[in-house]
């Protein structure tokens, strides 16, 4: 079993900063890809950032330049810093990862969710 738990959302304005973390625990071997969705009123889930073990990072391009994530291997955390946040960005924030767990069997996880909302 494994378990990835968000933290760090809320309401900003727009031109503001917030950071999103996830912690992952469980039973695993190791993590390699995590992620980062989000998924707006009406809109479909969109993948926002990505990160591999080794640190290779990847963006959607609406957030290039203002969302930066990173992940603490030791820690088994991944976390987004959001800064010059617009409306557009107002979305629930899922974090996803890819397990190794034991005899090599993947497995694929999400976090429940966490509430950006960007509004004056």
């Known amino acids: 079993q494994v378990q990835l738990v968000e933290s760090g959302g809320g309401l900003v304005q727009p031109g503001g900063s917030l950071r999103l973390s996830c912690a992952a625990s469980?039973?695993?071997?190791?993590?390699?890809?995590m992620n980062w969705y989000r998924q707006a009123p009406g809109k479909q889930r969109e993948l926002v950032a990505s990160?591999?073990?080794?640190?290779?990072?990847n963006y959607a391009d609406s957030v290039k330049g203002r969302f930066t994530i990173s992940r603490d291997n030791r820690k088994n955390t991944v976390s987004l810093q959001m800064n010059s946040l617009k409306p557009e960005d107002t979305a629930v924030y899922y974090c996803?990862?890819?397990?190794?767990?034991?005899?090599?069997?993947?497995?694929?996880?999400w976090g429940q969710g966490t509430q950006v909302t960007v509004s004056s």
């Open positions: 469980g039973s695993f071997l190791r993590i390699n890809a």
């Open positions: 990160i591999t073990s080794s640190g290779g990072t």
């Open positions: 996803n990862a890819d397990f190794v767990r034991y005899f090599e069997i993947t497995y694929n996880a």
